[in-house]
């Protein structure tokens, strides 16, 4: 099998990309594998490691929604909700780029190695770091500019506090993109990131029209059947419930006015379906179809 191609692209080749010399220190190289073609403003999603079942679900959804409209997703490959946006651009047939906090040939994490080189052969992974560079903490703070320069949109799917996802959209803002957020439960720590971002004035996605909007505000062009606007929600009160965040059966028991028996039945059949999972801590999580 072919390796797929490499390139290191100095900021001052024809080749470099325009939106990166915003940067107040732009990369001097930009090591590429896959297609710098690719390099150009799209949507960054980025979100929670630790992510709940609504995280991955939201990510999935308005990456995955966002890729199929011909948007670029641009994110870091992390576990969580960068992958889980990356995948879903991967499965709708779009593009996405991972920036890594380390060499562009070097499979890190380890959980995104799978990830990484499906993108180094169909879209593309990137770094100022030299090849074979290791992480380091200092490393994924400059990354985020990168990520942030790279976004005409930054949505903030799911963010704890504290959360790297805020120097991302700290980037962004002195950049001058348009900072997104999704509302979460109040309930929640990996929720009270994103909130606040949106307190502070970011703009709230609750739905792909929303979204569209925004991307077009932002200077994209979004191409989709009105039809596609339209997303399938879960049909049942309990993937409903489990869906803004994981719980135990007897606290839906008592949300949905329900015996517990019923409930625990009913969460079996849906564990068996695939449809949620059971964390160790008792509570159960709703899963999205990938």
Known sequence: MKSPARHAIALGDAAYPACLRDLSE?????????????LV???GVIGARKATPYGLTTARRFAGWAAAAGVTIISGAAVGCDMAGQLAARSS?????????????????????????DLRSNCAVISELPWGSPPSRWTFVRRNRIIAALSAALLVVEAGLPSGTFSTADFALDLGRDVLAVPGAITHPES??????????????TDVSELGDALRLAG????FAQEAAQLTLPSGAIERALLAEAQRPDDLARALDCDVVTIARRLGELEMGGNVVRYRDGRYGFVAAR
């Open 26 to 38: 732009p990369p001097r190289v930009l090591y590429v594998i896959g297609s710098p073609e690719l």
């Open 41 to 43: 403003p799209g949507l």
């Open 93 to 117: 047939g779009g593009s996405t780029i991972a920036v890594l906090g380390c060499g562009a040939d070097v499979d890190y994490p380890s959980g995104s190695a799978d990830l990484l080189q």
């Open 192 to 205: 009270r990131g994103a909130n606040r971002l949106i307190r502070q004035g970011a703009t709230p996605i």
């Open 220 to 223: 994209l062009d979004v191409e």
